[in-house]
Nanobody, 125 residues
Framework: VQLQASGGGLVQAGGSLRLSCAAS????????ISWFRQAPGKEREFVAAIRWSGGGSWYVDSVKGRFTISRDYAKKTVYLQMNSLKPEDTAVYYC???????????????????WGQGTQVTVSS
């Protein structure tokens, strides 16, 4: 699976951005698609995940109520709608995909074998 992340940019605090992760290659029926982020000097952290088929989405506590992950089957794309952005959301955002990820593993970056190139999100105060 190849992943192409896009949609980052510079936004003021309180603003919104929508990130896209376009997938190509094999079918995604058994895949979990996730967003991670990495701020300067920090480790890459889990943000949100969704199952490509069937139900289920998960968020890190710090973005609950502000971010929404969704998928478009026709476009084979996963989105991360980010509202009420804060300066602490500033990071490079990566999408990742992996088949057969169980619920207890969705936030672990080491289970994902397919990564996009990252897109920069900068939130000014």
């Amino acid at each position: 699976v190849q992943l192409q992340a896009s949609g980052g940019g510079l936004v003021q605090a309180g603003g919104s951005l929508r990130l896209s992760c376009a997938a190509s290659g094999r079918t995604l029926n058994n895949y979990a698609i996730s967003w991670f982020r990495q701020a300067p000097g920090k480790e890459r952290e889990f943000v949100a995940a969704i199952r490509w088929s069937g139900g289920g989405s998960w968020y890190v506590d710090s973005v609950k109520g502000r971010f929404t992950i969704s998928r478009d089957y026709a476009k084979k794309t996963v989105y991360l709608q980010m509202n009420s952005l804060k300066p602490e959301d500033t990071a490079v955002y990566y999408c990742a995909a992996q088949s057969g990820v169980i619920v207890s593993q969705v936030s672990r970056r080491d289970v994902y074998g397919n990564w996009g190139q990252g897109t920069q999100v900068t939130v000014s105060s």
